[in-house]
């Protein structure tokens, strides 16, 4: 008998049908596939939908649509269906269209279909993700392929992908002459041939900082001099600091068959702080389980060479076999935007220069964001013989529909750049060894209804779903005198709570200072309300000394709610990020106040969680936690038993819910001490790090 997904695969089958023959509007189709409950919402019923058809004239009326999403899955779906032969007419037609030219050349990477280099010269050039979806598809057998100068990094770029070089040293510096835009990708073709390194050093771009990066660690690599070659690479003073610590990492003892997993996205030990949040405590916390069971692991993590002069080392040591290693990149902030697609050679290169220098020869790659930084993570792993693992997550896909379940519509430029991230999560899919899920069997389902290619045994049987966890131990790095919440009444702090307050019960809010956390929308939430004459309220996160553009963003958000509301002030209190283990010595501190009858609440005002380290965290220390409905936090979280689910949508939907459960006269404090003392059971017995990483080692070794 059919389970719930293979009833809807029968039933999109057979939508599909009836649209390609006229018999149905896509509309009336979508919303009989959203009446299967396996059916997440209207963009997954769509993708299903669409990735049915197989009318190119039902699909090209599609790729008019007023919708952006709608267009980009026409537009993919109509570069599965075309031949190579037909690429360059359909190119042609959509050529002033970059949303359409670049879905359709998705569609054909899904496919791995191969286009010839004199289809593909009119589009080398037009973006940065055409270049690397071009890169994919090209088809070459030899230098004279390269008719024109931008087809040069598409031509480099797949020789680099495929691991196959036609090119002898001298027609590469040819090349390296003739266009500039390609200097990163020749530079990595270059590897390993120490006086075509030393060419294109001598003659490098000294304004492009980056590509003087990547140079300089093929260069220490190698072994080369640089005080006679270039001493100007060198008299820079980051540079120069970089190039030391290269040489001490050379001399250090070999790291066999480790686990390598990555933090592209913030350094762990300074959780709360840019970009850095939940999954690097998580990356922490598992990588010190998992090096009891694995030969050793090592966290990446990428930093900005101008934090560099404050290391002494590029190889940090968390435990016996644990170790942080940082990889060095100029304006480390501006390459997250876009996902690290402008920079994807430079990240391969420069991890495989730092573990090459490391002498670091990795069994295992897990990589864990559907960016273009895992994508060329996975090219690595296949070129250093390491296994592949990729935790899936219905991450972007959910922020297609709406609340309601409907698919919103994106400015087209946005569109793509969101839908890129479901591309590469498509190729990982595809092409890693084993593939992860977060969460039980709800979490599951979810994935199977945003990739259906996972109905298919091939895929589903390498998904293993995994739950995340914390460490249960009880450390505290604090050495200060009387309680540690006396911190929230520190007078020298923009913000502190009165003293006069302090008997009030406490909401508090821990996490990085991003629009995506709903810091703001909690603050005004709260503000807005009765609650804030209830309760006091905390946020701990960002930095404050030297904020990045986001986190600058959010604090004076923060600053102007407070200067026109001036009736909250003593009632709120904002911290910097402090590190983990700072806060979970807070949040214990806090657990033990006996003056206040209610237990303290833990609020995350995120859109989404898709797990929730924080939340973990806070429960077990005692706190009543209220999560987003949004993502995984529903796997652990049972409403008003173990903890509270809200619509995190806006500030409007946060406070209305709060009002609803912490104004309740019903819900007495000693309710709530029963909800977070179940709370706390949950973590204990299902979430200790040590279960999940004994898990996680298993399937490595498997």
């Avoid at 590897?191 to 060419?199: N, S």
């Avoid at 990547?214 to 072994?223: N, Q, R, S, T």
């Avoid at 573990?355 to 964001?369: D, N």
Wanted: glycine letters at 6%; proline letters at 4%.
């Amino acid at each position: 008998m059919k389970d719930d997904n293979g009833r809807l695969l029968d039933l999109a089958k057979e939508m599909a049908e009836k649209i390609d023959k006229g018999k149905v509007s896509v509309e009336a189709a979508v919303g009989q596939l959203r009446n299967n409950r396996a059916t997440a919402d209207e963009f997954s019923a769509l993708q299903l939908l669409i990735g049915a058809l197989n009318n190119r004239d039902r699909l090209a009326e599609l790729t008019d649509s007023g919708n952006s999403i709608m267009r980009i899955l026409s537009a993919i779906r109509i570069g599965e269906l075309i031949s190579p032969n037909e690429f360059g007419r359909q190119s042609q037609e959509w050529k002033n269209d970059e949303l359409l030219i670049t879905s359709l050349l998705r569609g054909m990477v899904r496919k791995r279909k191969r286009i010839c280099t004199e289809t593909i010269s009119p589009l080398a050039g037009s973006s940065d993700e055409v270049n690397f979806l071009l890169a994919r598809l090209v088809e070459y057998e030899k230098p004279e392929s390269i008719t024109s100068d931008n087809l040069i990094s598409v031509v480099a770029e797949a020789a680099l992908e495929r691991g196959s070089f036609f090119f002898d040293p001298d027609f590469l510096v040819n090349l390296w002459r003739r266009d500039e835009t390609a200097h990163c990708s020749l530079l990595c073709m270059a590897d390993g041939d120490g006086d075509l390194i030393r060419y294109m050093i001598g003659n490098i771009d000294k304004s492009n900082r980056s590509l003087v990066l990547m140079a300089l660690l093929k260069a220490a690599k190698h072994g080369i001099d640089l005080s006679h070659l270039s001493p100007l690479l060198i008299s820079d003073p980051y540079l120069k600091q970089v190039y030391g610590l290269l040489k001490d990492l050379k001399n250090g003892t070999a790291i066999e068959d480790p686990l390598v997993q990555f933090s592209f996205y913030g350094d762990p030990l300074q959780s709360g702080k840019g970009s850095s949040g939940g999954m690097g405590t998580f990356l922490r916390t598992l990588g010190n389980g998992l090096a009891e069971s694995l030969p050793g692991v090592i966290t990446i993590v990428p930093i900005d060479v101008k934090e560099l002069l404050e290391k002494r080392s590029l190889l940090s040591t968390e435990n016996d076999r644990h170790f942080f290693m940082y990889v060095p990149f100029f304006e480390l902030d501006r390459m997250i935007p876009d996902s690290f697609l402008r920079d994807r050679l430079m990240v391969e290169s420069n991890v495989r220069d730092i573990l090459a220098m490391a002498k670091i020869r990795p069994a295992f790659f897990h990589m864990r964001f559907s960016d273009f930084a895992s994508y060329s993570m996975l090219r690595l792993a296949k070129k250093l013989g390491a296994r592949s693992f990729f935790t899936i997550t219905p991450d972007p896909q959910r922020r297609f529909s709406n609340q309601n379940g409907d698919l919103i519509d994106l400015e087209p430029s946005r569109a793509l750049r969101e839908t890129s991230r479901v591309e590469i999560a498509w190729t990982m899919l595809d092409e890693c060894d084993r593939l992860f899920g977060i969460g039980a069997e709800d979490s599951r389902n979810q994935l199977f209804s945003y990739y259906p290619q996972l109905h298919r045994h091939n895929f589903s049987k390498k998904l293993q779903m995994m739950p995340e966890g914390i460490s249960l131990r009880n450390e505290c790095p604090f050495r200060t005198k009387g309680p540690l919440y006396s911190l929230f009444f520190d007078q020298s702090k923009e913000f502190f709570l009165e003293r006069s307050f302090s008997k009030k019960p406490l909401l508090l809010s821990v996490g990085r200072l991003d629009t995506t956390k709903g810091q703001i929308k909690l603050l005004k939430a709260w503000g807005d309300s009765n609650l804030c004459t209830s309760f006091n309220l905390v946020i701990i996160g960002g930095d404050v000394n030297s904020p990045n553009e986001t986190e600058a963003g959010e604090l004076a958000r923060m600053r102007d709610y407070l200067r026109m509301n001036d009736r909250i002030r003593g009632r709120f209190c904002h911290l910097p990020a402090m590190s983990n283990d700072e806060i979970r010595c807070l949040e214990n501190s806090i657990s033990q106040v006996k003056t206040i009858p209610w237990p303290p609440i833990y609020i995350a005002p995120s859109f989404k969680e898709e797990f929730g380290i924080a939340i973990l965290e806070a429960m077990a220390a005692g706190f009543v936690a209220i999560g987003p409905k949004r993502g995984g936090v529903k796997s652990y979280i049972r409403h008003a038993q173990n903890g509270f689910l809200i619509d995190t949508t806006s500030e409007e939907t946060i406070r209305k819910e709060l009002q609803e459960i912490l104004l309740d006269k019903e819900l007495s404090a000693r309710k709530l001490k029963m909800i977070a003392e179940n709370g706390s059971r949950t973590v204990y017995k299902r979430y200790s790090i040590s279960v999940v990483s004994r898990m996680f080692a298993a399937a490595y070794l498997d």
